[in-house]
């Protein structure tokens, strides 16, 4: 099968020799000093947990609107929980009506007595969750073992972008105590006879954060643009993950690594899903450019400053919080 994107075997990269590790590790540069993204296979992340998360998404999505709205993102103090069709805006010039498109924001679970919440810290609290009747019992467990899976993973990852950049395997550690990262599942309905012609399902942009996980389902949709301009599509890769950069490893790299702009488009003639997982940092870390990547900013930026403004800028609803 044709893609653009590179494939990764990542099969080895914990267990592995130096020389298996640091092969890998230069792929990944090389990939993401291309325009950011990757095909990853031997991932580790069990398909029973993917197919699971999956078919519980699409359960809750399926709930009466009433339902869903009962944790609406705007009902949350920390970003979290449902949002509708048109509520996130990618494009504000392009598409300011909003994204064709509906989700779920599932974040690190914190209680009221954690550091941070007492604090008030913006982003950092509770999930709001569905209620777990009929066919959305065990939601939350499904969820959170994915959750798991997905911050295990960019971990790893996380080690790899440091051997890639020649700096020691647990470099990012120090500011991945506790990662500010979220679960997304995502569904794109089909486009109806009233719709524009020309709208997506999420319109052109880069991720904010870190290093995004995307897992396609059911069809695909997600299209990268090329340095010319034009869009490629992303085929349906079984048994692999997609995986690119953001804005922040951007800024980290010196822009030596691409976070590149996307969409998605749903071609389809049926509904399509995914689940997209955002991992970032502590909300501390210091976004100047990593030693051999450039200058330091003065004064530094923190991913917590980062992310506030990249999300008020996606969510109407935030400039009241």
Same mark, same amino acid.
């Given at each position: 099968m044709q893609t653009p994107l590179p494939l990764i075997d990542f099969a080895g990269f914990q267990t592995g020799t130096k020389d298996v590790r640091a092969r890998i590790a230069q792929a990944i540069g090389a990939a993401c000093r291309k325009d950011g993204f990757f095909a990853l296979a031997n991932h580790g992340i069990a398909p029973a947990h993917i197919n699971a998360a999956f078919d519980m998404a699409q359960n809750f999505f399926d709930l009466p609107e009433s339902d869903k709205a009962a944790i609406a993102i705007d009902r949350s103090a920390c970003h979290r929980g449902w949002f509708?069709?048109?509520?996130?805006? +990618?494009?504000?010039? /392009?598409?300011?009506?909003?994204?064709?498109?509906?989700? &779920?924001?599932?974040?690190? %679970?914190? #209680?009221?007595?954690?550091?941070?919440?007492?604090?008030?810290?913006?982003?950092?609290?509770?999930?709001?969750?569905?209620?777990?009747?009929?066919?959305?019992?065990?939601?939350?467990?499904?969820?959170?073992?994915?959750?798991?899976?997905?911050?295990?993973l960019s971990r790893?990852?996380?080690?790899?972008?440091?051997?890639?950049?020649?700096?020691?395997?647990?470099?990012?550690?120090?500011?991945?105590?506790?990662?500010?990262?979220?679960?997304?599942?995502?569904?794109?309905?089909?486009?109806?006879?009233?719709?524009?012609?020309? +709208?997506?399902?999420? /319109?052109?942009?880069?991720?904010?954060?870190?290093?995004? &996980?995307?897992?396609?389902? %059911?069809? #695909?949709?997600?299209?990268?643009?090329?340095?010319?301009?034009?869009?490629?599509?992303?085929?349906?890769?079984?048994?692999?993950?997609?995986?690119?950069?953001?804005?922040?490893?951007?800024?980290?790299?010196?822009?030596?690594?691409?976070s590149t702009v996307h969409r998605v488009v749903n071609r389809t003639d049926h509904t399509r899903h995914a689940i997209a997982y955002f991992f970032d940092p502590d909300p501390d870390a210091d976004l100047s450019a990593l030693p051999g990547c450039g200058t330091r900013q003065s004064p530094p930026l923190t991913a917590l400053a980062h992310l506030l403004a990249k999300i008020g800028d996606s969510f109407d609803y935030m400039e009241d919080k």
């Open positions: 509708g069709r048109g509520v996130e805006v +990618l494009d504000k010039i /392009g598409q300011p009506q909003g994204d064709v498109k509906e989700g &779920l924001k599932i974040g690190r %679970d914190l #209680p009221p007595d954690h550091a941070r919440v007492k604090a008030g810290m913006p982003l950092h609290g509770p999930n709001q969750w569905p209620a777990e009747t009929g066919n959305i019992v065990g939601f939350r467990a499904i969820m959170q073992t994915l959750y798991a899976d997905c911050e295990a790893q990852l996380m080690q790899a972008f440091a051997l890639s950049l020649a700096l020691e395997t647990t470099y990012f550690d120090r500011w991945l105590k506790e990662p500010m990262a979220t679960l997304g599942p995502l569904r794109y309905p089909l486009f109806d006879a009233a719709d524009d012609a020309a +709208l997506l399902s999420a /319109g052109p942009h880069t991720d904010f954060g870190c290093l995004t &996980l995307l897992f396609q389902h %059911d069809a #695909p949709g997600l299209e990268i643009q090329t340095a010319q301009g034009a869009w490629q599509e992303v085929p349906l890769l079984p048994d692999h993950l997609v995986v690119n950069i953001g804005d922040m490893m951007q800024h980290w790299t010196g822009g030596r690594y691409a």
